[in-house]
């Protein structure tokens, strides 16, 4: 899920948190945090009477009241979403950063740009506060001669210091782009984002320069890699700030961002599908295209849940069906932790909803409970497992109304 969950994009910080790990609970405990529990996905909104035929890639953006399809009590649920709340704020620097944990020890842009759509519905200052660090942070440009890109930081003797490096610079500008997007249309803040559009397009134009002449985005610049998951964000991105455009008065601009998307679909399409396997390549590179491995967790079965988070493919497409089917064949206990490595995965369980497979995420919600949240969130629970959670709790429970921190 655009590596939502850590694999390639986390490889790089797990050694440093395996060893700060003990030290998290004792350092949140000392400053008060409750490392906590989870759950729903920013704007989405799940009733039993749902269908998705031609529901948004994210699912319909519903107002007004209706019937949730969990039966919850309803001060549990505002208890989980608030506890949840209060960790996934707590990862906020004093700067506006958004650490991996409320330790502060390390900031990722691609996870922290997920975190902060998810405070857009919780706290839009707060996401304001972030979108400024990070457009503050653009590289101009970083040590690969690309504009727009922005750094991993690392927690040093002198506070936050750049690591020079990042996992993806098509990824972060992309979730970069949706998180944008989501804002203006949460918050109707055209002031500030006018007043940044500059910056907002410099994001765009680091997709721009790493598209390939057959559509699709590489992952970093001097790479030949293309992988599957982060076009598939890519795609979103560009068509979230399109549709961005579009109410701020620029439709020019906006068509030829969809064309620049839908430039990338169709490479999904031609390029990485492969109709006699039924699947698609996770990824692209010199060596060839790599396809998935039957019971291989990551990248190869969860790459494929990322056409339907992103909107490559509408839920009631019938790949998306048989992608889904596949994955549960596969793993048919994921939602009880049962898989190739220790993280929540909660996104997971927000393609789930987006399934309407509400029993698996359902059942994922108690276990991850039990292991993570009642148990002081353990190492490796970080800031995109609170943020998925947030939005899954809300998204299996419309009528919530926890009430906004202060």
Not at 51 to 70: D, H, K, L, N, Q
Not at 86 to 114: H, R
Not at 136 to 143: G, Q, T, Y
Not at 174 to 184: D, K
């Amino acid at each position: 899920m655009g590596r939502g969950t850590v694999p390639r994009r986390m490889a790089a910080v797990l050694l440093a948190l395996v060893c700060v790990a003990a030290l998290v609970l004792t350092v949140a405990r000392g400053y008060g945090y409750q490392l906590l529990p989870p759950w729903p996905a920013s704007g989405l909104v799940f009733t039993a009477a749902d269908a998705p035929s031609s529901s948004p890639p994210f699912a319909e953006r519903a107002s007004g009241a209706s019937t949730p399809i969990v039966s919850l009590e309803a001060s549990s649920v505002e208890e989980e979403i608030e506890r949840e709340t209060q960790w996934l704020l707590a990862c906020q620097m004093p700067d506006g950063a958004i650490a991996q944990t409320p330790l502060g020890d390390s900031v990722v842009p691609y996870f922290a740009n997920l975190a902060a759509k998810t405070m857009v519905d919780i706290e839009p200052a707060r996401a304001r506060w972030y979108i400024t660090w990070y457009i503050e942070h653009m590289n101009l440009p970083d040590r690969f001669g690309l504009a727009g890109t922005v750094y991993d930081y690392e927690l040093g003797r002198d506070g936050l210091t750049p690591t020079y490096g990042y996992d993806s610079a098509d990824s972060y500008a992309a979730t970069f782009l949706s998180l944008a997007s989501y804002y203006l249309e949460k918050t109707r803040d055209r002031e500030f984002i006018t007043a940044n559009l500059e910056s907002i397009d410099l994001a765009v134009s680091v997709l721009l320069k790493l598209q390939d002449k057959d559509g699709l985005v590489v992952v970093t610049p001097g790479s030949t890699t293309k992988y599957l998951m982060d076009n598939g964000e890519s795609f979103r991105g560009l068509t979230d700030w399109a549709d961005a455009l579009i109410s701020l008065g620029f439709p020019e601009k906006a068509a030829a961002y969809r064309d620049v998307a839908e430039r990338i679909r169709k490479g999904i399409e031609r390029i990485l599908y492969d109709p006699a396997r039924g699947v698609y390549a996770y990824s692209l590179s010199w060596l060839g295209k790599r396809f998935p491995k039957a019971g291989k967790w990551y990248p190869d079965a969860v790459s494929q849940l990322e056409l339907i988070t992103s909107g490559v493919l509408s839920p009631d497409d019938p790949r998306a069906a048989k992608i889904w089917e596949d994955f549960n064949a596969q793993f048919p206990s994921w939602n009880q932790g049962v898989k190739a490595d220790g993280f929540p995965w909660a996104k997971i369980a927000l393609t789930a909803a987006m399934m309407r497979d509400i029993g698996q995420a359902s059942e994922f919600l108690t276990w991850v409970s039990e292991h993570f949240a009642q148990k002081d969130r353990p190492y490796p629970w970080y800031v995109l497992e609170s943020a998925s959670i947030i939005d899954l709790y809300r998204a299996l429970n419309p009528d919530s109304t926890t009430s906004q921190p202060g």
